[in-house]
């Protein structure tokens, strides 16, 4: 459907909206889905230890506004890697062999930790 409005990135958009139409339409007036996915990705790709998050810092508080779509993301992008054993219960087809390399640095206890941590900030 969004395609078929003129809606760009819509793909990105319904990913960063967790499926939700009517939230992609809301970030298609503002949100650089893409830009958000690719940080996400590039940011799980090279955390080691929390001291990691700082070279990132700059990009994520550049969001701004979009800090919250960051957020869901990398729960959304965690979700996926949690499942990618079973490699149709993941959301981000596209993006599945990133997916599968992160499995194989991120353990279960680590994503839901992770995940914990992220809910927390969200909720702040």
């Known amino acids: 459907y969004l395609k078929s409005t003129g809606i760009k990135n819509a793909e ?7 499926g939700n139409i009517s939230t992609a339409i809301k970030l298609s007036s503002g ?24 070279r990132f810092s700059s990009q994520i508080t550049a969001l701004k506004k979009d800090f ?6 990398m ?14 219960l993941v959301n981000m087809q596209d993006r ?6 992160l499995a194989q640095v991120y353990s279960p206890v680590a994503i839901e930790k992770i995940v914990t941590k992220l809910n927390e900030i969200y909720v702040k």
């Open 12 to 18: 990105s958009l319904v990913k960063v909206a967790g």
């Open 96 to 101: 599945l062999q990133e997916i599968s390399s």
């Open 68 to 73: 919250s779509y960051f957020i869901d993301t």
């Open 75 to 88: 729960i959304m992008v965690l979700r996926d890697v949690a499942v990618s054993g079973s490699k149709e």
């Open 31 to 54: 949100v650089d889905a893409d830009k958000i996915i690719d940080l996400v990705f590039r940011t799980l790709s090279h955390l080691k230890t929390s001291a990691d998050i700082i």
